[in-house]
């Protein structure tokens, strides 16, 4: 199968909230790239919905007190049972404002540099 992925995508863990018909849903990531990210929550879904996300970029795991969350809308792309009952659900980053592209890039320019080391 030919991926169509254009981005590097990155593991990592973090903390995320998904915002859907008046829910907060509590979930953590399980990949990231500059187009969107996957996630693993309690229950799946809709696909072809819109979501508005929010993420706590922390590095190492570490929570910076100085750096707001990442927070756009999504549309959700799949969801997918995992073994455990949860959902892994994959989410496209919709109209993302500039100041929140600008978050989101230094999050992931620190974990293209972890990589390199």
Known sequence: MESRRQQPRFSVVIAAEIETDGDTL????????DGGVAV????PLTEGS???LS????????????EDP?????????????EDGRAM??????????????RLERFL???THAAAH
């Open 89 to 102: 659900v994959g989410l496209r980053f919709l109209k993302v404002a500039p100041v929140e592209r600008k």
């Open 26 to 33: 509590i979930a953590e990531t399980r990949d990231i790239s």
């Open 70 to 82: 990442f927070a756009t809308s999504a549309n959700v792309m799949w969801a997918a049972p995992t």
């Open 55 to 66: 993420l706590i970029l922390t590095q190492d795991g570490i929570e910076d007190p100085g």
């Open 50 to 52: 819109t979501i508005e």
């Open 109 to 111: 320019s620190a974990l």
């Open 40 to 43: 693993l929550l309690r229950e």
